[in-house]
């Protein structure tokens, strides 16, 4: 098994470095010039020359590449242009927020998805399975932005139960530890602030929960449909077996590989940030900083932010393949 | 018969309900099993023996199926009236039931101890973890399996067929059923492996009492560990006798076909004889007996009624006319008014 997971390591380098050569060559395509964006509309000419040297932004354009490619390998995601940090360690608040929503989306979504899948499977044809599909048909075909500009309308500006925007109180912001706001609450002991961050959470969570919760029910469904018709099910049931047991332990695990499959492509998508939900909620997620720095041509904050995403996207995917092995003792990498 | 039935199916009759109207799989068909026995149900595929089966399991798939009339008597009580909560102390308990598919009747995510235990603890939620897997052991030793105690930990997919449909009647007979039924059991296995299963089938039923129910399509299974045969033909029953009688003296037409498309060794034929025509679609027979189309001796009377079961002799009883126009010892055992 270690073997397999180094092997899936090395086979990541080449498809991180192609993909970093496409990000690469794509942004400078883009018209544009950051030398430009960060002086301004009156810089002259000569400043900005002088800044695009100083930036390495005259060197030709594989030289950079490979100037960016050294400083990756070494450990260096390169500088902000427009902050001048280092993108190290600038990403991580976003990165965390983008976790923390994604990873609270989902469990709503496999929650809810996987238990309205298997209901549905159980009492096919039902009329609860006619509404939970029916519901699951808009959902996959719902426009997220409109859906979180309709919660926003209801719960917070008319109901007023949940704050618009944002993660956290401003007037009363959390100190951040790990950035990951529901666990720092708790290190400070602030219940409070931890039912806060919650209130924050729960908008922007149903807004992106929305697709992965649809596609989650109707895979999950098809997937006990098919298992509940076995032959061990029968055995099962003849055992003298609770039909609950039979549906939740020996159908469940058997219809799991496929809904992991999408559970697994699924959150891969929503760490690489969900832009919109995270623009009309004002979420400080990593969707936003990448598509912030596009809009000041901050090359090295997209590279090195599309890189991330990535990466993380592929790792969720290696993470389900091993999974698959957890599930079932018949699926063996070699 | 002196022993005592275990079970009884009396005027047992399962429809299934589609758009296209309703079809009775099952059509009153009645007989018992005593304690101890071994009863065949024979029969093409489509002639009812499985919906039979799980009829009295309580598992018909439903909708669209229904047990429509009739009882079924486990030591007097009906349970074809029983609810699914009362069913499911009698599943696997009481009754239990082996399949056709060993490959694919056993759960392949989880292990075989874990099956096996589940199946005590099912009926025995008091008894311990360890009590449970003593007794999974213990039945796994008598159904012949080797190290059972590693064999516990292992997943169906590394044992062969064989070793699974032990399994499956180790499964089976781990809470004592007092009924065994088990629907094609031998079908998927090949022929050494199928005569190994039907001696410990055999010796099981010996040692335990068991009654067992089998259902089965092969002739020569029957021949080889039944006492009694019943034979089913189009969702009813059309003979009845034990297993010697059938075989020297069979008294149905269909019965006869039957016999004679087992090939022999002693006789060489070129060609092994079959049974014209199909088995009727069910529900497409509505007057007359429903083997008239494919039967040599077919006369007018059996077009337009079906016949009753005739007594032959002893427990010998078939349903066909020519038993009725054979001089002396006729007896009407049931009306020929249903079908």
């Known amino acids: ?334 | 018969m002196s022993r005592k039935a275990v079970l009884e199916v009396r005027e047992l009759e399962t429809t299934f309900f589609s758009d296209s109207g309703k079809v009775a799989a099952v059509d009153r068909i009645s007989f018992s099993i005593h304690e101890g026995e071994i009863l065949a149900i024979v029969g093409e595929s489509g002639c009812g023996k499985s919906v039979t089966s799980l009829s009295i399991m309580g598992l018909v798939p439903s909708p669209p199926g229904k047990i429509t009339n009739g009882s079924i008597l486990l030591n007097g009580k009906d349970i074809s009236k029983f609810s699914d909560k009362q069913m499911r102390k009698i599943r696997g308990n009481e009754i239990a039931m082996i399949f056709q598919e060993p490959m694919t009747s056993l759960n392949p995510l989880f292990t075989i101890g874990n099956q096996l235990i589940e199946a005590v603890r099912i009926h025995h939620p008091k008894w311990s973890k360890k009590e449970s897997t003593a007794r999974a052991i213990e039945i796994m030793k008598l159904v012949g399996l080797p190290r059972a105690e590693q064999l516990i930990n292992d997943y169906p997919h590394q044992l062969s067929g064989g070793m699974r449909q032990r399994v499956m009647i180790a499964m089976a007979l781990v809470c004592n059923p007092k009924v065994l039924i088990a629907d094609e059991p031998t079908t998927a296995l090949d022929v050494t492996i199928q005569a190994q299963i039907l001696k410990l089938m055999r010796d099981l039923n010996e040692r335990l009492n068991t009654a067992v129910l089998l259902i089965t399509h092969d002739l020569g299974v029957v021949a080889e560990t039944c006492e009694r045969v019943i034979v089913m033909y189009a969702g009813q029953i059309v003979e009845e006798a034990p297993v010697n009688e059938i075989f020297k003296n069979p008294q149905h037409p269909y019965t006869k076909g039957l016999i004679q498309s087992v090939p022999d060794m002693r006789y060489k034929k070129d060609t092994l004889y079959s049974i014209p025509g199909n088995v009727p679609k069910p529900g497409s027979i509505l007057e007359g007996c429903r083997f008239a189309a494919r039967c040599e001796y077919a006369f007018e009377r059996c077009l337009t009624s079906n016949p009753p079961l005739y007594d032959a002799s002893g427990a010998h009883r078939a349903r066909c006319f020519l038993l009725d126009m054979e001089e002396g010892g006729i007896s009407h055992v049931e009306s020929a008014a249903e079908s």
Do not use: C
């Open chain 1, 1 to 334: 098994m270690l073997h397999y997971i180094g092997k899936r390591l090395l086979h990541l380098i080449p498809v991180l470095l192609g993909m970093t050569f496409l990000v690469f060559l794509i942004i400078r395509a883009i018209p544009g010039d950051p030398a430009q964006v960060i002086l301004g509309q009156q810089a002259t000419a000569d400043a900005i020359a002088a800044l695009r040297l100083k930036l390495g932004l005259d060197n030709p354009w594989y030289v950079q590449y490979f100037d960016y490619l050294k400083g990756i390998f070494t450990g260096n995601l390169g500088d902000s242009l427009r902050t001048r940090q280092p993108i190290a360690s600038e990403i991580w608040p976003y990165l965390a927020a983008t976790f923390e929503l994604a990873l609270f989306a989902m469990i709503i979504a496999v929650i809810i998805g996987v238990n309205a899948g298997i209901i549905s499977a159980w009492f096919q044809n039902s009329w609860f399975d006619y509404m939970a599909m029916i519901i699951a048909l808009i959902g996959v075909s719902m426009p997220i932005f409109w859906l979180g500009l309709m919660e926003q309308w209801a719960f917070s500006i008319q109901l007023g139960w949940l704050p618009t925007s944002g993660r956290e109180e401003v007037r009363d912001p959390v100190t951040a530890i790990t950035h990951f706001y529901l666990i720092d609450t708790l290190l400070h002991g602030r219940f409070d602030q931890f039912v806060d961050v919650i209130k924050h959470l729960i908008l922007p969570g149903i807004a992106l929960a929305t697709i992965p919760t649809a596609i989650i029910a109707r895979m999950t469904r098809a997937s006990m449909l098919e298992v509940m018709r076995s032959d061990f099910v029968r055995t099962a049931r003849a055992k003298g077996q609770k039909m609950f047991v039979v549906v939740y332990k020996h159908a469940l695990k058997n219809a799991l590989i496929p809904v992991l499959t999408v559970v697994g492509l699924q959150t891969g998508m929503l760490l690489g940030g969900a832009i919109l939900t995270e623009t009309i909620f004002s979420w400080p997620g990593i969707g936003r900083y990448i598509y912030e720095a596009i809009g000041f041509r901050d090359y090295p904050v997209i590279q090195s932010g599309i890189l991330i995403v990535a990466f993380l996207f592929v790792m969720i995917n290696l993470i389900v393949d091993i999974l698959y092995t957890v599930i079932d003792s018949r699926i063996k990498y070699n």
